[in-house]
């Protein structure tokens, strides 16, 4: 069974500051990662994803990961936040490709709130 | 990117009523929906697959006789909460599987049920 553990509940930082949120996953075959941003009242936006090859991925917004398969983790970072990036940050997994019948499976999710 | 969008974003509503949310791709056609439930600062919590034309494919606990889902035409799902009490309260968010390799998904905006 897959499972994926946010690390931190909350990640208060100040603007221009660097962050990183962290992601461990689970999973007993192929895995595919995802990160996804929520605004308050809002749906998800994707924010980039892991699916195959190299294992450092750039997503929008200035936001990147990397797929560590050793530790089991797939961090986000961003060198510098801006106020507009407070939200709520979702990391995700699934087993198998969408397309191919893949569920994803959600964190708890990171509030990450930037302060000027 | 691709648009879906729920319908209503906020709805209030008695206790004992039924109420009806839709989810509609705006611009591509989805064989497969998916419905979420989120509470208040906690984490997405799959309900069900929806597939066109077929029966929804319901995940361990959910009540199918609750939430009753339709997926009459490739661009729209809708979700009925029957019955409502005010422990259904929450948010919804259903997501689209766009055609394609990969089938990414594109999250709503996510509609509030507050039962009364």
């Known amino acids: 069974a897959q499972s994926v553990t946010q690390l931190d509940s909350q990640v208060p930082v100040f603007e221009e500051a660097p962050v990183e949120l962290r992601c461990n996953y689970s999973s007993s075959v192929s895995v595919y990662l995802f990160w996804y941003v929520q605004y308050p009242n809002q749906g998800l936006q994707l924010l980039l994803k892991y699916l195959s090859g190299s294992t450092l991925v750039k997503g929008i917004n200035g936001f990147e990961a990397e797929f560590n398969k050793s530790q089991t983790s797939f961090h986000l970072r961003k060198p510098s936040v801006h106020i507009s990036d407070t939200a709520e940050y979702f990391c995700a997994v699934s087993d198998s490709l969408v397309a191919q019948g893949g569920k994803l499976i959600f964190g708890q999710g990171t509030e990450l709130s930037v302060k000027p | 990117g691709a648009v879906v969008s729920q319908h209503p974003s906020w709805v209030i509503c008695k206790s004992g009523t039924s109420v009806k949310i839709e989810c509609r791709s705006l611009d591509f056609q989805a064989t497969t929906m998916f419905w979420y439930r989120q509470f208040p600062k906690q984490s997405l919590m799959l309900m069900a697959t929806?597939?066109?034309?077929?029966?929804?494919?319901?995940e361990q606990g959910v009540e199918k006789d609750k939430f009753l889902i339709n997926h009459a035409s490739l661009t729209l799902s809708t979700l009925t909460v029957t019955s409502a009490h005010p422990e259904d309260s929450s948010f919804y968010i259903c997501?689209?599987?766009?055609?394609?390799?990969?089938?990414?998904?594109?999250f709503g905006e996510g509609s509030r049920l507050t039962v009364l």
């Open positions: 929806s597939n066109e034309g077929s029966k929804a494919t319901y």
């Open positions: 997501s689209a599987r766009k055609p394609g390799n990969t089938g990414e998904l594109f």
